[in-house]
């Protein structure tokens, strides 16, 4: 019996841990400035601390750390993608997001559940299996699995064939899996603090200082906010849904529609399915939390909006396709619904590395796909921002590549259509 | 349920309509890379009010329609005809 815990159970005073200590005032300079305090931010500044021991670095968050995207997406971590550079990519993301409990002395609650992509039509199997051989190629569990297989598999699922889109087979990814999600940024968050990286929530960016436009775009110097204006040595854009306003500051322009991404949960219910089902035809993922909620998400807004408000439609053309998979919910109710600002580009890939503007770099394009990506992004975002070079990792996810139309064309791993 | 008012059909379920971007002019054929970059890939993705291309798909009809982009209101919408008519080299 430990008695220390005994010893604070029967205390009276619980003292609130201070995980993200207020840092003061803003320093007139720092060596890093990085704006936005998501998980892609917050896991640069640990990294930048862990692995480089830069730790004069100022993350800059205009809300409260966990109120934005790393808060609102679906939890979902896979590396099942399409394309070579996205294959392995992913896969080192959850590499490093299984040794993050451990990392953070905090539990993210990763759970492995298996990832079943439905298969409804000839050409999805088509699309399965292509992916299943590039995922193999590279080392990754994956493969496609037809439906006799599948039904035993995951027999929650209604398989008759008197359905819109019956189901023929999946793509399965054993190693998918689902971690909590707050609990990331926080334990990044709380790791880069611990080793000094200055956080400073409440803080928005409102311009930037960029000298010397000798036939370019010019040199960042510093970031002018809410709080005053900090001298920077180098600066990381890490925002989601505001990165064509934050870069329109910065003074380019970029290939994203800010759209919003609805989700909800219904009532906790007992466990029942393991698995993380998606479905492109039918535009759902569902997968049951370990509180027992069902966390389903399904497709992005058709139009663009800068708001985070949820829609009736989107939800009546959810459940419909829900209650296809899964009948028996017809009874079940929602419990809570939000949505997040994504950050789309036209390849469904991310947009990372370098920009028009010097010692300026970005972490945008995170569509609907940040999540699974944060730990990889912290890390290689941190390895740039420390030695100034890309590395190839993400080297094929540069804004450059557009004007190259050298796209890397992820649309088909997507989870759901868009 | 968000309604557009459509030009054609009047006053629609927006799931009726497709939104085709915003309004930019299209360059000339032999203009040079970085503008064909541009024109092709480069969003706005303004925020705040828009002017934008709408479709109504069962009558296969294309409309401008103005709306803000922080509140989600439609502000105004136009035959396209009326639109380039009003706005045609300012747009």
Redesign the interface.
């Known amino acids: 019996m430990p008695f220390a815990l005994l010893k604070y159970g029967l205390t009276r005073r619980h003292s609130v841990p201070d995980v993200f200590p207020e840092p003061g005032e803003l320093k007139d300079s720092y060596d890093i400035v990085i704006v936005g305090g998501g998980g892609h931010g917050l896991a640069t500044a640990y990294y930048l601390a862990v692995d480089h021991g830069i730790t004069d670095v100022a993350v800059l968050e205009r809300g409260y750390i966990g109120g934005g995207n790393t808060g609102r997406n679906t939890a979902i971590i896979r590396s099942n993608y399409l394309t070579p550079e996205g294959v392995k990519f992913y896969d080192e993301s959850i590499r490093l997001y299984k040794d993050l409990s451990n990392d953070f002395d905090m539990n993210i609650l990763y759970s492995e559940r298996g990832h079943y992509t439905l298969a409804h039509t000839d050409s999805a199997i088509r699309t399965m299996r292509w992916r299943a051989e590039v995922n193999k190629h590279f080392g990754i569990e994956s493969e496609l699995v037809m439906r006799g297989e599948l039904q035993k598999m995951v027999p929650q699922l209604d398989y008759s064939e008197d359905v819109r889109y019956p189901i023929l087979g999946a793509l399965y990814h054993a190693p998918g899996a689902i971690a909590r999600h707050d609990a990331v940024a926080w334990g990044y968050g709380a790791g880069a603090a611990r080793r000094g990286v200055h956080i400073h929530q409440n803080t928005e960016v409102t311009g930037f200082e960029i000298t010397g436009a000798n036939g370019h775009a010019g040199r960042v110097t510093g970031v002018k906010t809410s709080r005053g204006t900090v001298r920077a040595g180098r600066v990381l854009q890490a925002v989601a849904g505001m990165s064509?306003?934050v870069a329109a500051m910065a003074g380019f322009?970029?290939?994203?529609?800010?759209v919003p991404l609805q989700a909800c949960v219904s009532q906790p219910l007992k466990p029942f399915l393991d698995a993380i089902v998606v479905s492109g035809s039918l535009h759902v993922y569902v997968s049951q939390s370990s509180r027992g909620e069902l966390v389903m998400g399904g497709s992005t807004d058709?139009?663009?909006?800068?708001?985070t408000?949820s829609?009736?439609?989107w939800k009546e053309g959810l459940m419909a396709h829900m209650l296809e998979l899964l009948p028996f919910i017809s009874e079940v109710k929602l419990l809570r619904q939000w949505a997040g600002m994504t950050d789309m580009t036209?390849d469904f890939a991310p947009i990372m590395g370098e920009t028009p503007v010097d010692n300026y770099y970005i972490d945008a394009g995170w569509g609907t796909w940040g999540f699974k990506a944060t730990p990889v992004c912290g890390k290689e975002n941190a390895r740039m921002l420390a030695t100034g070079e890309v590395g190839d990792l993400i080297q094929p996810f540069a804004l450059q590549r557009?004007?190259d139309f050298d796209l890397v064309g992820e649309k088909g791993a997507a989870s759901v259509g868009h | 349920?968000?309604i557009m008012p459509c030009p054609l059909n009047g006053p629609r379920?927006?799931?009726e309509f497709?939104?085709g971007g915003e309004v930019e002019h299209l360059p000339p054929p032999d203009c040079d890379?970085?503008t064909w970059?541009?024109y092709v890939?480069?969003?706005?993705?303004t925020?705040g009010i828009v002017r934008e291309w709408w479709y109504h798909t069962p009558t296969a009809y294309w409309f401008v329609a103005e709306r803000d982009?922080?509140?989600?209101e439609i502000l105004r919408t136009w035959p396209a005809g009326e639109f380039l008519a009003e706005f045609g080299e300012r747009r």
Request: glycine residues 4%.
């Open positions: 064509g306003e322009r970029l290939p994203l529609k800010t058709p139009y663009g909006v800068y708001m408000r829609t009736l439609d036209p557009y004007h | 349920m968000k379920n927006i799931s497709s939104c890379h970085a970059i541009d890939y480069l969003e706005n993705n925020r982009t922080r509140t989600d």
